[in-house]
């Protein structure tokens, strides 16, 4: 992990009210950009979907959860956001790399444990983080995510390939984030990217990429990575498909699935295959809730989480 002494920060908050604190820390070779808010001993990361940020996915929660009770810390992935350069690009293992990145990030800032609230893509990091770095993760809540890739999936991304087919509402605060060209090709590689997953036999990264001390308890995983296998639909079996399914078994936090009954991205399955491979997880269901429930439904996502992350452990 690489920890310069490069910290910008800047207070975006009102007077009389807890500032927002906005700054750059150098890890592990890039400058990723962050955003904390909070007083609380409770430390919470919050990790983006594609082509997210802080400021563009978690309005709702950087404003309105608990600043008494937690330190929120919002963060832009590498190639996300204000964490550029670099360019994003999508190796087989960006999930991976994104989730030592956030954790990194966390203990740079000197934060000792964190919980984690993760959104699509950031909800996969956060399960690939809590398997791979447990003893750091105190609990984990996460939406709209995905262990796997499926046939139905594929058709799905590839409906979201061309932005400019997008809704407006959706389109243009990315745009004005990152400028069309920029958006429209990363997006072009996102697809592509995700994609690569279902034509790895196992869905793990080829032998010459994988670090057998990258996971924990390698023959646990191994053991869990068989059972996984074998539980998979039959078309994740045939094709690949495999993104984190063979460490959910690895998972020991405290986890909190939630789910978007009209969510057109992520099928109710995905849902379901997380929590029953997750030990001692909680599956809540929102019957109106689509992708984005925690910002069309901000108060009760916001309650939810917080009762979640409050509640005593038994």
Known sequence: MECKPFIVRTDEGDPGSTSIT?????????????????????????????????????????????KKLFTVVAWDPRGYGHSRPPDRDF?????????KDAVDLMK?????????????????????????????ISKMVIWGANAYVTDEDEAIYQGIRDVSKWSEKTR??????YGYDYFAKTCEKWVDGIKQFKHLPDGRRPKHQRNHRDFPGRKQQDRTGARLFLTCPRNVVTNGGNICRHLLLLVQCPTLIVHGEK????????????????????????????????????????????????????
């Open 263 to 314: 969510d057109p991205l992520v099928p109710r399955f995905h849902a379901d295959f997380i929590h029953e491979h997750v030990r001692g997880s909680r599956l809540h269901v929102m019957p109106e809730g689509k992708h984005n429930l925690h910002l069309r439904f901000a108060n009760e996502f916001n309650k939810l989480a917080e009762d979640f992350l409050l509640e005593k452990s038994p």
């Open 108 to 136: 740079t800032l000197k934060f000792k444990k964190v919980s984690l609230l993760g959104w699509s893509d950031g909800g996969i990091t956060a399960l690939i983080a809590a398997a791979k770095y447990p003893s750091y």
């Open 172 to 177: 243009k605060p990315l745009e004005t984030l």
């Open 22 to 66: 906005s700054g750059k820390v150098a890890v592990n070779g890039v400058h990723l950009h962050y955003q904390q808010t909070g007083e609380g001993e409770h430390a919470v990361l919050l990790l983006p979907g594609m082509l997210g940020s802080g400021e563009t996915d978690f309005g709702p929660q950087i404003k309105n959860l608990s």
């Open 91 to 99: 190796p087989v293992d960006f999930f991976e790399r994104d989730a």
